[in-house]
C-alpha cells in the first residue's frame, strides 16, 4: 500500500493553524461576555436598577471562571 498523503485531507499545521484560531475565538468571546456583563451591569445601576446591576455584574467572574475552567483544554 502507498501510504502518501491524501491531498483532500488537510495537513497537520494547517489543523494546528485551526485549532488556534479556534482557541483565540473561544477565548475572545468569554472576554467579550464578561465585558458586556459588566457593561450591561453598570448601566443598570446607574439608571436607578441597583438589584439587577448587582444581579448582572455577579456573572462577571462566573463568566471568567467558566472560561478558565476550560482554559486547559485550550493549551498545546
Known sequence: ???????Q??????LRT????????ARALFLIAALLSLIA????????NENEGIFVGL???SILSLGALLAPSWRD
Do not use: C, H, Q, Y
Open 18 to 25: 485551526d485549532l488556534s484560531t479556534a482557541k483565540a475565538r
Open 1 to 7: 500500500m502507498d501510504r502518501r498523503e491524501n491531498p
Open 41 to 48: 451591569s453598570i448601566v443598570l445601576f446607574f439608571s436607578g
Open 59 to 61: 456573572w462577571v467572574p
Open 9 to 14: 485531507e488537510p495537513s497537520r499545521s494547517t
